[in-house]
Structures are given as C-alpha cells and as structure tokens.
C-alpha cells in the first residue's frame, strides 16, 4: 500500500477490513525532543509504553540513548536494535535468568529492586560484581495520578531504610526510583514524592549517587488537559535542587505515556449499530484496552470524505468484538448523530498503551500497521492543528 498522509486519507482509498494502527514516528520524535531539551538530567524512553521499532528510532533519533526495560523480550530489542544504548532493568522483579543474561549478554549494570531477596538474587546471578547500579524503588504516594501503580511495587518505613543501606555495601552507585503514578495530573506530586524520598534517606544516612523520578508524566486527553510540561520539569528541577541529603546526585526520569501517546492512533469499523450503541472491530482486549479497564476516553473522529452534512454530535456507548460483556468502552464518546454500520472512526493518542496491551482474545488482534504524517488529534508540544470539534465536545461535557 502507498504511504497514505493521513488516516483519513487511509480509510478512502482502501476501506479496510481490519483495524489499522497509524504511527507517527514524528510525533514520538518532537516529544522525544522536548525532553532531552528540557529536562534537567538523563532521560530514559520506558520501553514498555510502546515498543514499535518506528518508535523507538525515532526517540534515538533525538538523542535519547537509555531505556528502561522491563523484561527479558525488551532487553533483547533494545539490545539488538542499539547496541550501544544504556538500558536500565526497572522491573522491581525479574527472573533469575533474565538478571544472568542481562548482566552477562547484554551489558546491563542498572537493575532496579525493591526488597532483600531481590538484591540477593542480583548479587548471586553476577556473581558478586562490583559494578552493579542498584536503584532502590521507594513506595510513594499514587494519589494524584489518573492510573495508580503504588499498590505492587515500592519500598516503604523502616525497610526501605535497612534496604538502601544494605544496597549500599554491593553498588557501585546507588540510586532511588519511585513513581507517582501514570498520567499524573498535578506537578507538586513530585515535590512530594522527593520529600518522602529525602526522609528515607536521611534516616538510612547513606550516600546516594542517583535520584530517578520515573514516569507519570501526562498526555492530554479528552477531560484530561495536564498544566504544560514545563511546569512538572520546573517542579522536578526546584524539589531536586532541595533535597538536604544529595550531595552529587544525578537526576534521571523514564517517560513512557508523554514520549509516545500522541505517536499512534487506531481506526476502527462499525460493525453495527443498535441505538445508541455502536460494535466495533476493536476494543478492551486489544488496543483500546485502557478506554475499557481505566475509563481513559480517547478523542474520536468520524472519518468521512469532506463536504457532507455536519451532524450534531451524540453520545454512544461502545462495544470491543470479542464475545465478552466487559469489552466495553464507557467513554462518553461523541460521534455525529448519523453514524452507521460500515463508518471507520479513528481513536486518537493511542500511541501509549494502545497496541502494547494488546491481545488475540477470541480471534481478534490483527491488524494493519501504516505510518502517517499529519498531526495528532491533541498535543503537548503543539503539533495539534486545532482540537476536533468531538473533543471540545467531551471536554465539556466531564
Ligand atoms: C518503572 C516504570 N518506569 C516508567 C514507567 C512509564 O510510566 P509512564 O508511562 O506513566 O510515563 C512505568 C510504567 O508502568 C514503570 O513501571
């Protein structure tokens, strides 16, 4: 298939059958930018947010050259594709063979722990090495993001202390991560979080080479509109340069969400409507998995060629295609009162856990792949044109 300029573009001239994720390498690539511009220390591309290989060349593309991986798998492509990168290991957890090969394949010498047997099984499976960077992940709060991550992971009290201190005997450098939470909509999460962070080290009274505030950082969605970017760095920036207890300490962060969300959407078909709902060949088990399990609303367009009637805009329940009752979109979602069977609507700013989460559930789970160069339907890094008359809709309506 030719290269189309847009989804729309797409969907008139091949009318496809199946879903199509529509990547946009230079979306990834203006907020890869951004970031390596503007925040005041290293930044970490979290793998996991999304891993397509367009994705990722175009984060390298603006000079961001560590990973925080999560897995064996990821180590492997990032190991593969850039063989020079840094790749941090931050899954608090990870299989024994996963650290040995890491370690000793892949040149890993950051992995990140929450707990005594994890540090142990770090130590045994590099056989004691000297040049390990052990980053201690602390429990924070997660109260001021949209998608909580502190109820897993995070060491907190009186074994985070016994655990840095611990750490501190077996690492080369040392390091303290957290993370407040995905998509976290309030900046001073961060100066609160360091606070709590700077206590534990105190108490432990050891050095600390490594302060990595992790992710959290926000995209805009419809009844989501984060303050600007600026304003977390700015946070970040002032409560680092505060922490009583660092004396040379780097600072690093590991967006995933802000580096890829406005790098994909997804266009899906009606397959019917009944009423007010509509049943689509994609849904809560495959890309829009986050619109059915965190209630997360993705701005939506009707992709039809220019110059019909405009409709005025309807709420619609939405329905995933596997067979399963909770493969459903809440939203609200506002389409033109007229959609119909054989209409192709196009999900926006599902580049970040969009077809990462994806699954083949009942069958489903294929898809087209196409990369597309117009804008993303919002931005954080002004590259959206103007907001689609169905998301001021929604904004409105939350
Ligand atoms: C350790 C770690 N770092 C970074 C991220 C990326 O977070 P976000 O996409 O909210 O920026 C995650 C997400 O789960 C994570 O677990």
Redesign the pocket.
């Known amino acids: 298939m030719e290269r189309p300029k847009s989804a729309l573009a797409l969907v008139l001239a091949a009318r496809p059958d199946l879903p199509v994720y529509c990547v946009r390498p230079h979306a990834a690539k203006k907020a890869a930018d951004w970031f390596a511009r503007n925040f005041p220390g290293d930044v970490l591309y979290?793998v996991?947010?999304n891993p397509h290989p367009a994705v990722l060349d175009a984060v390298r593309a603006a000079g961001v050259t560590w990973f925080?991986v999560?897995s064996m798998p990821e180590v492997e492509l990032i190991g593969g594709r850039f063989p020079e990168a840094t790749m941090a290991f931050?899954?608090p957890v990870k299989a024994r063979s996963a650290i040995r090969r890491a370690y000793a394949e892949f040149g890993v010498r950051i992995f990140?722990l929450d707990s005594h047997d994890e540090l142990q099984k770090i130590i045994a499976e590099t056989n004691g090495a000297k040049d390990l960077n052990l980053v201690i992940r602390l429990a924070v709060s997660g109260d001021y993001a949209e998608?909580k991550?502190s109820g897993k992971f995070g060491a907190a009290g009186p074994e985070a202390v016994m655990l840095l201190r611990e750490a501190r005997a077996h690492a080369c450098e040392l390091g303290v991560?957290f993370?407040v939470g995905?998509?976290c909509m309030r900046p001073e999460a961060w100066r609160i979080a360091m606070e709590s962070v700077s206590d534990i080290i105190r108490q432990a009274g050891v050095t600390v080479d490594i302060v990595d505030v992790?992710?959290?950082?926000p995209a805009a969605y419809p009844g989501l509109t984060p303050p600007p970017l600026s304003a977390y760095v700015d946070e970040i920036r002032t409560a680092f340069e505060a922490m009583p207890v660092l004396e040379n300490a780097d600072l690093w962060c590991?967006?995933?969400?802000?580096l890829c969300a406005e790098a994909g959407s997804h266009i899906v078909r009606v397959e019917l409507r009944k009423g007010d709902a509509l049943y689509l060949n994609e849904g809560g088990y495959g890309a829009l998995f986050d619109a059915a399990h965190d209630g997360l609303v993705y701005p939506t367009k009707l992709l039809r060629a220019k110059g019909g009637p405009r409709r005025p805009l309807k709420p619609f329940r939405l329905y995933g295609p596997t067979c399963d009752s909770i493969d459903a979109l809440k939203g609200p979602f506002f389409l033109p009162g007229d959609v119909h069977e054989g209409d192709y609507i196009e999900f926006g700013m599902t580049g970040?856990?969009g077809s990462a989460l994806a699954t083949k559930f009942n069958g489903f789970g294929e898809y087209i792949e196409a990369q597309v160069s117009d804008a993303p339907m919002l931005s954080m890094y002004g590259l959206a044109r103007a907001p689609h008359s169905n998301v001021v809709a929604m904004a409105k309506s939350r």
């Open positions: 979290a996991k947010a925080d999560a931050m899954h990140a998608h991550l991560s993370h995905s998509q992790g992710g959290g950082f590991e967006p995933g969400r802000a970040a856990y």
